[in-house]
C-alpha cells in the first residue's frame, strides 16, 4: 500500500547473509580466509594498479595481505568471499557490506578483481551470485553499488549488470589524500525479477562462442536497462 509517506512494509527486519559456498557455472564463491594469501598472491602482486580506488592495498609482501585477509575474513559484520574461476586458482574477492537490516536495504563492495577476471562472464557471475542471496534469499527491497566517480570500469560494471544510477555525492570520500566524489546505485524489490531474468540469459552457455566471448550484450537482452 503506497500513501503520501512512502510504502507500507509490515516486515520489520531482514535476515543477516551468509557466509558459505556459493557455486556457479563458470565461478565458485568460498569463505575468505587469511589461509587464501598463498593462493591469492600470485594475482595479487602482479597487479598493483589494481589497488587504485580501493581503501586498501597494494600489497608488497604476502604479509601484508595475510594481515589483511586475517582481519576482513574474521568480520562478522561484512562477509567476504574469494572469487576462484572454474579450473583456476582464485582470481578475487569481494564481499556484502553495510547491511541495513531493519531498513532492508544492502550493498555488494569491496570487490577487488585481478585484470584477467575483470569483464570477464566468471567475474559477472560472481557478482550475480551475491545479487541472488540478497534478493531472492534473503529478500530485501534494494540492492546498493556504490563507487568513486572518477573509477570509470566499477561505474559502468555496475550499470552493465542492471544497476540504475541515483546520484554523485560530491566530496564524500578522501582515499590516498585525495578527495573522489561518490556514485551510487541501486536495484529496487520490483526491478529485481526483470534483471535477474535478463542476466540469467547473458550467463547461459549458448550465448557464448568456443573462445569465451559474449554472442550479445547485457543490453540487448531486454531486461529493461
Known amino acids: ?23 556457479g557455472n563458470y565461478v565458485d564463491l568460498l569463505p575468505l580466509s587469511a589461509n587464501d594469501a598463498d593462493a591469492l598472491w600470485p594475482a595479487v602482486v602482479a597487479a598493483p594498479e589494481s589497488f587504485t580506488y580501493l581503501r586498501y592495498g597494494p600489497f608488497a609482501e604476502i604479509k601484508s595481505l595475510q594481515m589483511f585477509l586475517k582481519e576482513v575474513s574474521a568480520r562478522t559484520h561484512q562477509p567476504f568471499w574469494i572469487v576462484e574461476p572454474k579450473g583456476q586458482a582464485p582470481q578475487g574477492w569481494l564481499s556484502i557490506c553495510d547491511v ?3 531498513d532492508s536495504s544492502i550493498e555488494i563492495g569491496s570487490i577487488w578483481f585481478s585484470p584477467s577476471l575483470q569483464g570477464t562472464r566468471a567475474a559477472r557471475e560472481a557478482i550475480f551470485l551475491l545479487m541472488c542471496h540478497a534478493m531472492d534469499e534473503l529478500g530485501y527491497q534494494r540492492l546498493v553499488w556504490r563507487c568513486q566517480s572518477q573509477n570509470q570500469k566499477s561505474f559502468k560494471a555496475a550499470k552493465n549488470i542492471g544497476f540504475t544510477y541515483e546520484e554523485t555525492w560530491r566530496r564524500a570520500a578522501i582515499v590516498d589524500g585525495c578527495q573522489r566524489d561518490v556514485a551510487w546505485f541501486s536495484i529496487l524489490k520490483e526491478e529485481w525479477p526483470r534483471r535477474r531474468a535478463t542476466i540469467s540469459r547473458w550467463l547461459m552457455s549458448e550465448n557464448f562462442d568456443a573462445a569465451g566471448n559474449q554472442m550479445a550484450r547485457l543490453a540487448e537482452l531486454d531486461c529493461g536497462m
Open 1 to 23: 500500500m503506497t500513501s503520501s509517506l512512502g510504502t507500507r512494509i509490515s516486515q520489520q527486519s531482514w535476515p543477516f547473509p551468509i557466509k558459505e559456498r556459493r557455486a
Open 100 to 102: 541495513e537490516q531493519k
